[in-house]
């Protein structure tokens, strides 16, 4: 490629960048946030602060921020967090007893939860469909 095709293409791209950066400096939005950070960069020249350092500031306050409105958030307002509030239904939640009945050897359990060795070791034998389709009783 000569040098001259060289040199229009780099012209013409100059002057679409150009265009551009013209259009940019006109946005408002753009103006506001360029006296943002000249703001900024004169409050971090005052306290002799990086920018990486209020990055870290920030970040940090961000996170225990979260952590402390968690944790406080019911002890303050009285009124449960999220987190907490499902905690705490979880842990007052009562699954229903269900009966199983063995039709190989007539055995039957009582469960709760699927932690019962006995159900486990049925399951781990004639499969979860089969010992449930042995579910004999649901209470509450």
Known sequence: ???LVTFKAAERALAIYYRELQEMKDD???KRELEFDAALNELLERFKVSRETL???LKMDSQNEKKVANAKLSSLSGVPSKASTKAIARSHQKFPLRTYLNPHNGVQIKIRLGTDSKYKEWVKEYGKE???SWKIATED
């Open 1 to 3: 490629m000569s040098k």
């Open 28 to 30: 408002p939005e753009l």
């Open 55 to 57: 990055l870290d500031i």
């Open 130 to 132: 089969t010992v449930e």
